[in-house]
């Protein structure tokens, strides 16, 4: 049981700075989002408060992520339920914007589009209970397998919030 408590302590500066890097980045979508806010309240800026909603919901995500692996877990079941519960939580939420996005024929996603919308936070979702399933297991090395997750979360986010950026540029 030591070696998983120190395993985890060997994680926390790196959870610590996916923290604060998301929290930043969180804050400048904000600061964006309100210079901006005239032309995100019109009714061409629908597409622009889609594009910043995911980049938030990506945001937040990751910083839970990070959250979660600041908290101390004495046993390995304790890391697991938090990231299911996470993991739920975001499938949960995706689920809805999937059946708002249906219902909403004006609005049809290409392909890159779809994959940023949907695909990526659901492999992000996948990769949450993967992770959880080997820590009840007793495999801790698949902890290294959410940096993958980070990863892909942070540049989805970053990549939308440039998308927000350049369109409003253009507008």
Not at 12 to 18: G, I, K, L
Not at 43 to 69: H, N
Not at 89 to 113: C, H
Request: net charge positive; proline share 3%; charged share 15%.
């Amino acid at each position: 049981m030591n070696s998983f408590i120190d395993q985890l302590r060997d994680w926390q500066f790196f959870y610590s700075t996916v923290a604060a890097a998301s929290a930043t980045l969180t804050g400048l979508l904000f600061v964006s989002l309100s210079i901006h806010l005239e032309k995100i309240k019109s009714p061409q800026g629908t597409l622009m408060l889609r594009t910043a909603q995911r980049s938030f919901e990506d945001f937040l995500y990751v910083l839970m992520i990070a959250l979660v692996f600041l908290v101390p877990h004495p046993v390995p079941i304790g890391l697991a339920i938090a990231l299911f519960v996470l993991g739920g939580a975001r499938l949960l939420g995706l689920v809805r914007q999937v059946l708002r996005s249906t219902r909403d024929a004006r609005r049809r996603l290409n392909t890159a589009e779809a994959l940023r919308e949907y695909a990526l936070p659901a492999l992000a979702c996948l990769g949450l209970a993967a992770v959880g399933i080997e820590v009840v297991r007793g495999d801790t090395e698949s902890i290294f397998g959410l940096v993958l997750v980070i990863a892909a979360l942070l540049a989805t986010a970053s990549w939308n919030a440039w998308l927000l950026l350049v369109q409003e540029k253009r507008q």
